[in-house]
Nanobody, 124 residues
C-alpha cells in the first residue's frame, strides 16, 4: 500500500510564495512519477505539474509556467512544488499523486495513489 502525504499549504497574499511537500512510501519512491493537481470549489480537479521518475522531465499547465517549479529529492522520498508569484486564482486544495508508469499524464485517472490534499489560499 502506497501512502501519499502532502504538507505546506497555507494562506498568502498575492505575489507571495509557498512550497508544498509530498512524501510517498510503500514502494521505491524513485520509481514513481509524481503529479500535483488542484481543485477549487465548484471546479474539476486540474493538473498542475508532473515529474517523471525515469528522466526527471517535467510538465506544467500553462497557467503556472514560469511561476511554479516541481522537483524531487529521491533520498528524502519527497516531491516539492515551489509556488511563486501566487495569484488569487491559484486558490484551491492541492493534491499530490503517484503513478508507476514513467510518463506524465494530466488525467487524474492515470494516478493510482493520492494524498488527502492541502489548502492553498491566496488573498488579493
Amino acid at each position: 500500500q502506497v501512502q501519499v502525504v502532502e504538507s505546506g499549504g497555507g494562506s498568502v497574499q498575492t505575489g507571495g510564495s509557498l512550497r508544498l511537500s509530498c512524501t510517498a512510501s510503500g514502494r521505491t519512491f524513485s520509481t514513481y512519477t509524481m503529479g500535483w493537481f488542484r481543485q477549487a470549489p465548484g471546479k474539476e480537479r486540474e493538473f498542475v505539474a508532473g515529474i517523471s521518475w525515469r528522466d526527471g522531465s517535467t510538465t506544467y499547465v500553462d497557467s503556472v509556467k514560469g511561476r511554479f517549479t516541481i522537483f524531487r529529492d529521491n533520498a528524502k522520498n519527497t516531491v516539492y512544488l515551489q509556488m511563486n508569484s501566487l495569484k488569487p486564482e491559484d486558490t484551491a486544495v492541492y493534491y499530490c499523486a503517484a503513478r508507476s508508469h514513467y510518463s506524465i499524464t494530466v488525467s487524474p485517472g492515470g494516478y493510482a495513489y493520492w494524498g488527502q490534499g492541502t489548502q492553498v489560499t491566496v488573498s488579493p
